[in-house]
């Protein structure tokens, strides 16, 4: 702990003084700890960008690959019919013939209060046989004996009234196949209770080209017929003889979105390197303007990013410019998307439209890597860089911080030394006066 020498001999605050010093010592530190945080910030904003890239990059690979935008979409003329188109379908119409739904098997016992056994045997379709032994004959132990062997069937106890004759209450126990269909169909054998299919098993049956030469019976054990159509899968809620129409068409709507999506996502890394490097004036508290500048003002290495993103987003596609479809840079520098433009193009030729956007977006998921790639994008590196140097800054504050206390300690000895001999002189200087102040006065003659 420092001891305090202010005014011992001199009168002076020589902590103050000593404050004062220091600070201007440490005027090399100081102007490295702001070196720090400076290069903290950019990369906070390197790293920010990198992600936003990154992501960008992602989303360009997605939009590239074969078949990105041949999105379509399904339509049916009942709402009791349902289409799924996945990324193999291709755009068609056909109309179908709902006959059957499927159902599962239920079954119920007579009306008993205790099992005939403790065992009974489940067959589920052309499957072996599973016996199942419950741990007495009551129909609570049944019932759990069945649902804990996952044979294909699951129980249920059912109240059903009292006995007529002694009044103890009676129950039937539901047996209700796991799968519907009819490969889910079931029977109950053994030394069992009787027991009475109430629900059939039966699969899902639709016609296609119904009341032609060439109708043809497509069965289901559900209700959703996978497949039916390439890449096209449908769901039936209701039997009806009249024909259902399904349709498959492109999807102008989802392919815009994908487009705009794709557009936004290039749009939003441009603005943030632009509001980054911006010079900003605002007016001081002295009243005088101060000027300040983002991480990335002046920066080549973000600058060429820039322009990475711009030419590869901007210039011609096989002598076709993406302002054709709806893609441009404003005069701000702004990248745009016209959604409206974008759909008349669409509209009048799908192929040059999405060719247009995937050679846009590899050309895009290049610049991306370029940016960003983990190992040696530029970002990457530049990351590296000033996550090096801060570092190397830091190190330096460290052993900066060694020798500021040892300047310290050293002005604090040097001015208790000076304590000490103005003290001393002090001592001498009151000898002195005394000694002099004893000396006989001499007498004037008269």
Known sequence: MALSIDGLASGLDTTSLINSLMQLEAAPQTLLKR??????????????LNTKIAELGTLAKDTAKPAALDLLRTTSSSDKVTATAGRSAAAGETSIVVDQLSARQISLSERISAWPDTALTITVGSADPVTVTAASDSLDDIVTAVNKASAGV???KVAAGTDAVTGDPLFRVQFTATDSGTAGAFSIGGTAATVTDIVSAQDAQLRLWAGTAAEQVITSPSNTFTRLLPGVDVTVGEASAAPVTITVQRDDTAIGEAAKKFVDSIAGA???????????SRTGSNGKPVVGSGPFTGDSGIRAVNQWLVSTATLPVDGVSPSTIGISLTKDGVLEFDEERFAAALEKDPARTTNIVQQLAARVAGAADQASDRFDGLLTTKITGQESLVGQLSNQIDNWDTRLATRRATLERTYAALEVQLSTMNA???????????LPKMQSAS
Request: glycine residues 6%.
């Open 428 to 438: 001498q200087s009151a000898w002195l006066a005394s000694q002099v102040n004893s």
């Open 35 to 48: 070196k720090v945080s400076a290069t903290n910030g950019m990369i906070a904003a390197l790293k920010g």
């Open 270 to 280: 441009l603005a943030e390197i632009a509001a980054k490097s911006a010079v900003t």
């Open 154 to 156: 699951s129980a249920m």
